[in-house]
């Protein structure tokens, strides 16, 4: 009696009795949490080319208006290689790290669903 009722309340709302609540919050959420991590992803890969050109103008000799770190020389400080080793790793933190964090969102909305 009780589920005959909801199905005819259902009915005048204009909802179908096989209505399985897809699209619900949640379901809008994960869509949601899905396309944020794709948009972060994305935003990674499309940022690549410039943080390698950055670094590679850092790592370069000096020339002209532009100062570089010279890092083929190997004569340089200490304290230049170190420099020139944590500019190495300055495309790979970034990079890594968007992309880190867009399948970190995949997984909770995977996980915590």
């Known amino acids: 009696m ?5 199905n005819q309340l259902n009915l005048k709302k204009g909802v179908s009795s096989d209505y399985n609540g897809m699209w619900n919050k ?26 390698l ?3 590679n103008i850092a790592r370069n000799q000096t020339d ?19 420099t020139c080793r944590v ?12 992309i880190f964090i867009g399948g970190a969102i995949v997984i909770a909305k995977i996980v915590y669903q």
Do not use: R
């Open 2 to 6: 009780k589920e005959e009722k909801s």
């Open 87 to 98: 500019v190495d790793l300055n495309m790979f933190y970034f990079i890594g790290s968007l």
């Open 53 to 55: 050109e950055s670094s």
């Open 64 to 82: 002209g208006d532009t100062y570089g770190l010279d890092c083929t020389n190997s004569s340089i400080s200490m304290f230049d290689k170190a």
């Open 26 to 51: 949640q379901g809008q959420v994960v869509i949601y949490g899905l396309c944020l991590a794709l948009v972060i992803i994305v935003l990674a890969l499309a940022l690549a080319p410039a943080v």
